[in-house]
C-alpha cells in the first residue's frame, strides 16, 4: 500500500508540471477512483479464493490449488474485460459519478480510455498476489510489488513525460500493470509446473488399491451413536476399532498435544472460513491444522495397511476411499433424536442441547469440507447411510455386519 501510495504522488506531481496540470490532476485523480471499482471487487474475489488456496496447499491436495485458481482467473478474465469494455463505451459516465465539471470531463474522458487498458493486468496481478500469499511465497508477492512500483512505473514515468508529457504519462499504469502481469505470471507458470509433477506422481499412486484389508470407515452426525456402532461392529466381527484410540497415535505423529487433537482433529477451529484462514500459517504455507492433517491422514493409512478394521470419523472414509477396500458409512439421526442421546446417554446437561449439536455438526462439516473437497453427510459420497434413529442402534450394526 506504501508503494501504491508512491506511485501515485510520483504521477500527481509529474502532471502538475504541465500546462494544465490542475485540470489533468484532477482527471487522474477521478480515474484512480473509478479504478479502485475494479480493484476492490478483483482484491475481493482473491480475497475469497485465498483460503481454499491456503487449506488445499497446507493439505498437499496440489490439484484442487490448480483447480480453484484456474476457476478464479476464469472469473477475473471476463470481469476485468467486460470493465475495460465499459470504460471505452461509457468514459463520461465513469467520470460525472465523481464529477460535473466540463473541462476535467474532457480530461478525464482521454485519460480514463487509457487508463483502463491496464484492467486485465491490474485484476489478475491481484490474484497472483493472493495466491503467493496463501501458499506462503510472501516473497515472491512482494518482489512483484517492488518492481511493479519501485522501479516499472518509475522508470516510465520519466520515460514518457519527458518524449512525450502528459499524454505519455497517461499511459504509465497500463504499461506498468501489463509488466508486472507477465512477470507475475511466469513466476506462477514455475510454481504451477512443480505443482502439476506433483499431482502427476500422486494420482498414480492413487489409481491403484494398495490396502486389500476390508475396512469400515465411519462418519457420524454428533449424537448419532456413531461411535458406539463403530465399537460393536469391530468387537462382533473381532477386528480392531480406532477412535479415541487415533488421538493418542496422532498426538505422538504430529507432536501436537493430546488436548489438541482431541478438540482439532475433526472440528475447524471455526465455521467460518476467513477465522480458518486467519489460524496462522507459516512460511511453507501451512497452519497447525494442517500438520494435524498430513499427521491424521498418515496414521490412519498405516491403521488401515496393518490389517480389517473399523475407523470412526477423521475423515477416514475419503483419506482411504482411492486406496483400500473401504467400507464408508455415514450414520444420522433428527436433531430431536440426538438431543435426546447426548442428554440421556453421554450424560452432558447442557440448556440447550440443540445449539450444541449446531455448532458441532458446523464444525465438523467446515473441517471435512476444507479437508476433502467434498460435501459431509451427502449421501453420494458414501456406500452407506443409516438413520440411527429411526433403525434403531442394534439395526445399523447388523447392517454394517452383514454388508462387512
Not at 468514459?91 to 459519478?97: A, E
Not at 490412519?300 to 477423521?314: F, H, Q, S, W, Y
Not at 430431536?336 to 455438526?361: F, L, N, T, W
Request: aromatic share 10%; with cysteine.
Amino acid at each position: 500500500m506504501l508503494l501504491v501510495c508512491f506511485s501515485i504522488s510520483l504521477l500527481t506531481a509529474l502532471l502538475l508540471r504541465h500546462e494544465g496540470g490542475n485540470i489533468i490532476a484532477a482527471a487522474y485523480g477521478v480515474t484512480a477512483k473509478v479504478g479502485t471499482i475494479a480493484l476492490h471487487i478483483s482484491i475481493g474475489i482473491a480475497q475469497g479464493v485465498m483460503p481454499l488456496i491456503g487449506y488445499s496447499y497446507g493439505a498437499k491436495d496440489h490439484k484442487r490449488v490448480r483447480d480453484v485458481a484456474k476457476l478464479s482467473f476464469i472469473i477475473l478474465w471476463f470481469f476485468s474485460i467486460l470493465f475495460l469494455l465499459l470504460v471505452q463505451l461509457l468514459p463520461d459516465s465513469f467520470i460525472r459519478m465523481f464529477i460535473d465539471d466540463a473541462e476535467t470531463v474532457a480530461v478525464g474522458e482521454v485519460f480514463i480510455r487509457r487508463w483502463s487498458w491496464c484492467a486485465i493486468g491490474m485484476c489478475l496481478v491481484a490474484l497472483y498476489d493472493a495466491i503467493f500469499q496463501a501458499v506462503g511465497k510472501w516473497k515472491t508477492s512482494l518482489l512483484v510489488a517492488v518492481i511493479r512500483f519501485l522501479v516499472v512505473f518509475p522508470a516510465f514515468c520519466f520515460i514518457l513525460d519527458a518524449a512525450f508529457g502528459a499524454d505519455g504519462l497517461m499511459w504509465v499504469q497500463p504499461i506498468a500493470d501489463t509488466i508486472a502481469l507477465i512477470l507475475a505470471a511466469v513466476l506462477f507458470m514455475h510454481f504451477k509446473r512443480s505443482l502439476a509433477k506433483h499431482t502427476e506422481q500422486t494420482g498414480k499412486i492413487s489409481d491403484v488399491p494398495i490396502i486389500a484389508h476390508r475396512i469400515v470407515a465411519i462418519s457420524r452426525e454428533f449424537g448419532s451413536g456413531g461411535r458406539t456402532i463403530g465399537k460393536e461392529v469391530a468387537s462382533r466381527l473381532k477386528i480392531p476399532c480406532y477412535d479415541s484410540e487415533l488421538i493418542e497415535k496422532i498426538a505422538a505423529q504430529s507432536a501436537f498435544a493430546k488436548e489438541y487433537v482431541e478438540k482439532y482433529g475433526e472440528y475447524a477451529i471455526s465455521d467460518s472460513l476467513y477465522e480458518n484462514a486467519l489460524a496462522g500459517r507459516t512460511r511453507d504455507g501451512q497452519s497447525d491444522s494442517d500438520k494435524l492433517w498430513l499427521a491424521q491422514r498418515k496414521v490412519i493409512t498405516d491403521l488401515a495397511e496393518e490389517g480389517p478394521c473399523v475407523i470412526v470419523g477423521r475423515c477416514a472414509d475419503f483419506i482411504l476411499r482411492n486406496i483400500a477396500d473401504c467400507l464408508t458409512v455415514f450414520i444420522h439421526a433428527s436433531d430431536e433424536k440426538r438431543a435426546d442421546r447426548i442428554v440421556s446417554v453421554y450424560g452432558e446437561r447442557e440448556d440447550e442441547p440443540m445449539q450444541r449439536i449446531k455448532e458441532k455438526d458446523k464444525k465438523r462439516r467446515a473441517y471435512y469440507e476444507i479437508y476433502t473437497g467434498t460435501e459431509w453427510g451427502k449421501a453420494d459420497n458414501y456406500d452407506l447411510c443409516l438413520d440411527s434413529g429411526v433403525l434403531g442402534i442394534e439395526k445399523c450394526i447388523e447392517t454394517i455386519k452383514r454388508l462387512y
